[in-house]
Every structure is written in C-alpha cells, then in structure tokens.
C-alpha cells in the first residue's frame, strides 16, 4: 500500500498506462516508458489513423499488445488502464483530464496543462478530491542543471532575487506552419503557450516567485497566434525581470538569469569544450564552483515511480496555474497596450 494525498491505494506491480494522443511528442514518452520495467502501455487512441499506424511502424512492440481505441472515453473506460498520458492539441487537454480523474486514473498532462486560468482552477480541484497522482510533463523539473539553480536560490544562496531574465529562440513559425499549433482552436494561442510555456513555468519553478503584473508586446506576424513575445514582469516579492519569447528565430537558442543580491546564475547552452550549461557567481564576480552536475531523469520515470510511491510528483498541477495565469495576463496585456495584473 502507498499514500497519494493522503489516501492509501494498493501499489500495482505494472503500471498499465493508456496514451491519449499519438502524435510528435507521444514518441517521446513510448520511448521513455520502454525503458521502465514496471511501466507497459495497455492502450492508445487518436481520431488519426494515420497517426496510430505511423505509432504501430515506428514501435514494433507494441503491434499487437495494445487496444486500439476509437474514443479517449472508450480508453478511460478499460480496466486495464491504470494511468494515462494526455499528448494531444493543447485546448483537448483540460477535458480529457477532467475525463481521466473522473474515471479514476492517474494523470500526466503534456504543457500547457491547459489553455485557460479557469480551466486550470476547476482541474486543480478534481485532482485533489480525485486522491490521483497527477504531474506535466515539464522535463525541466528533473534536469540537474535546474534542479541546482532552485537549490541554491530558495536555501538563500544567491541572497533575495531581484532580476531574472529569460529569452527562447526557436524557428517555430516555419516549422509549426499550417499545424494545429498555429490555431485558437487546438493550439490555444501560440508561441508563448506553446514551447514558451516551460520558460514560463522553469523561472517561476527554480526562484518560487510569482507574477505580480506583467506589460507585454506580442507580434502574430501575420499568423492568428502570437509568435513573438516581449514581457516585463514585476513579482510578488518586488524582483523585476523579462521573458523574451521568439518563434521566428533562424536557431534555437536558450538564455536564462537569474541576479540576486548575492551572487547570479546564468543557464545556457554548453558554447565550450566543458559542456557545463550552468554559471554561479557570487556577489563580487567571483565564480563559484558547481561540480559536475549528474543526467538527472525524466517525467515518465517520476510518474511511474510517484505512482509505486516511491518519490513525490516533481511537476504538480499548481505550477500549471501559475505559468497560465502570467500567459493570459501577456495576452490581454498585449491587446490592451498597458500593464495587467496577473491571477
């Protein structure tokens, strides 16, 4: 037996999960959930055939072995599915997951958890009355360079936050053109919901900070979403910063800072032969050792292991609310060309 929030749940040997959604991103996870003994894939379902037949080529061992749903309903109501993962559109997310704790699964949600503050507020309560392991997918959280920044900064380390900068550059608007990413009604916005949705959620998630008020600029360049973002945020806690979301970059490319009244840390991506991703400095410049920073783990092996009872959910429902709450707030910021309070 185990405890989930609370309540005692008998602990399966295997885990049978069923994937909701067999697109990009479920290759991702089949791949992680293969290589974890006590994790086996029971069911699938999408409303593209294409797509479960493209699932079935890539993924020999599963020809045969799972059920083949017509509905995410019909997959919610087998026995043999103890756990699903939710990988389709963005804006099919929140009813699914309100489906899945409905009918007593476990759930693991890709970002963005969902595309509305209300929506996020309504799942956040079915999930604590569920007594049901629920996580996103934000791999961020079990990446060692991340989980050391959040370490160091909410022990004290870097002093009180006063700065955090974070910029995203990706080439979405040509790769993601005439997807669904790229529409209201399965994307839910765009850019910044999209792959800018783990910036959001990854400074919020190391500092502990939350988002006061935010003053954002958002070009669509002639798209219906958002491509490119310019955000500057004032937090709860009075630290300042800046989220530059940019979808039409020719490169990807990832910086995040964060200054404080000790000492700062700058994430990038590894430009020298050492491969480290991650700087410390402490209040006078001086560089701080950080050791070498281990491979971490992955979200399909924290849900696996949250619902054995072995480890706690790294990547809660509630961090969800806070990366939505700042995204609508951008958004209506943006349309109305002044600053808007977040929450």
Same mark, same amino acid.
């Given at each position: 037996?185990?405890? $989930?929030?609370?309540?005692?749940?008998?602990?399966?040997?295997?885990?049978?999960?069923?994937?909701?959604?067999?697109?990009?991103?479920?290759?991702?996870?089949?791949?992680?959930?293969?290589? $974890?003994?006590?994790?086996?894939? &029971?069911?699938?379902?999408?409303?593209?055939?294409?797509?479960?037949?493209?699932?079935?080529?890539?993924? *020999?061992?599963?020809?045969?072995?799972?059920?083949?749903? *017509?509905?995410?309903?019909?997959?919610?109501?087998?026995?043999?599915?103890?756990?699903?993962?939710?990988?389709?559109?963005? &804006?099919?997310?929140?009813?699914?997951?309100?489906?899945?704790?409905?009918?007593?699964?476990?759930?693991?949600?890709?970002?963005?958890?969902?595309?509305? &503050?209300?929506?996020?507020?309504?799942?956040?309560?079915?999930?604590?009355?569920?007594?049901?392991? !629920?996580?996103?997918?934000?791999?961020?959280?079990?990446?060692?360079?991340?989980?050391?920044?959040? #370490?160091?900064?909410?022990?004290?380390?870097?002093?009180?936050?006063?700065?955090?900068?974070?910029?995203?550059?990706? @080439?979405?608007?040509?790769?993601?053109?005439? &997807?669904?990413?790229?529409?209201?009604?399965?994307?839910?916005?765009?850019?910044?919901?999209?792959?800018?949705?783990?910036?959001?959620?990854?400074?919020?998630?190391?500092?502990?900070?939350?988002? !006061?008020?935010?003053?954002?600029?958002?070009?669509?360049?002639?798209?219906?979403?958002?491509?490119?973002?310019?955000?500057?945020?004032?937090?709860?806690?009075?630290?300042?910063?800046?989220?530059?979301?940019?979808?039409?970059?020719?490169?990807?490319?990832? @910086?995040?800072?964060?200054?404080?009244?000790?000492?700062?840390?700058?994430?990038?991506?590894?430009?020298?032969?050492?491969?480290?991703?991650?700087?410390?400095?402490? %209040?006078?410049?001086? *560089?701080?050792?950080?050791?070498?920073?281990?491979?971490?783990?992955?979200?399909?092996?924290?849900? $696996?292991?949250?619902?054995?009872?072995?480890? #706690?959910?790294? %990547?809660?429902?509630?961090?969800?609310?806070?990366?939505?709450?700042?995204?609508?707030?951008?958004?209506?910021?943006?349309?109305?060309?002044?600053?808007?309070?977040?929450?």
């Amino acid at each position: 037996m185990t405890r $989930i929030n609370g309540r005692r749940h008998k602990v399966p040997q295997k885990v049978r999960i069923g994937l909701i959604g067999c697109g990009g991103m479920a290759n991702a996870h089949i791949r992680q959930l293969q290589a $974890i003994p006590e994790a086996q894939i &029971t069911a699938i379902t999408d409303p593209s055939e294409a797509a479960i037949k493209r699932t079935l080529e890539r993924w *020999p061992a599963l020809r045969g072995k799972v059920a083949n749903c *017509p509905t995410h309903e019909d997959l919610l109501a087998r026995a043999d599915v103890d756990a699903v993962q939710i990988h389709s559109p963005h &804006t099919l997310h929140f009813q699914q997951a309100m489906d899945a704790l409905a009918a007593g699964k476990h759930v693991l949600i890709e970002k963005p958890m969902v595309c509305r &503050t209300d929506h996020a507020r309504a799942l956040i309560e079915r999930w604590k009355a569920s007594g049901k392991v !629920a996580l996103i997918s934000y791999q961020r959280h079990l990446q060692e360079e991340f989980r050391y920044a959040r #370490e160091v900064i909410q022990s004290g380390g870097l002093g009180q936050v006063q700065y955090i900068a974070a910029l995203q550059a990706q @080439d979405w608007l040509r790769l993601a053109r005439a &997807t669904w990413r790229q529409t209201q009604e399965l994307g839910g916005g765009g850019q910044i919901t999209d792959s800018g949705s783990h910036l959001i959620d990854i400074i919020l998630w190391v500092t502990g900070e939350r988002a !006061a008020e935010v003053h954002a600029y958002q070009d669509c360049l002639g798209t219906p979403v958002d491509i490119n973002t310019a955000a500057a945020i004032k937090f709860q806690s009075g630290a300042l910063g800046t989220i530059s979301v940019i979808g039409n970059a020719p490169s990807w490319w990832e @910086d995040i800072t964060f200054i404080g009244s000790e000492g700062a840390i700058y994430i990038r991506p590894p430009v020298t032969d050492s491969g480290q991703p991650l700087h410390r400095f402490d %209040a006078v410049g001086k *560089p701080v050792e950080v050791g070498v920073l281990g491979k971490g783990s992955n979200p399909d092996r924290n849900f $696996i292991d949250a619902i054995l009872g072995r480890g #706690e959910v790294q %990547a809660p429902l509630t961090c969800g609310l806070a990366v939505i709450e700042l995204t609508e707030a951008a958004w209506r910021s943006a349309e109305s060309g002044k600053p808007e309070k977040v929450g």
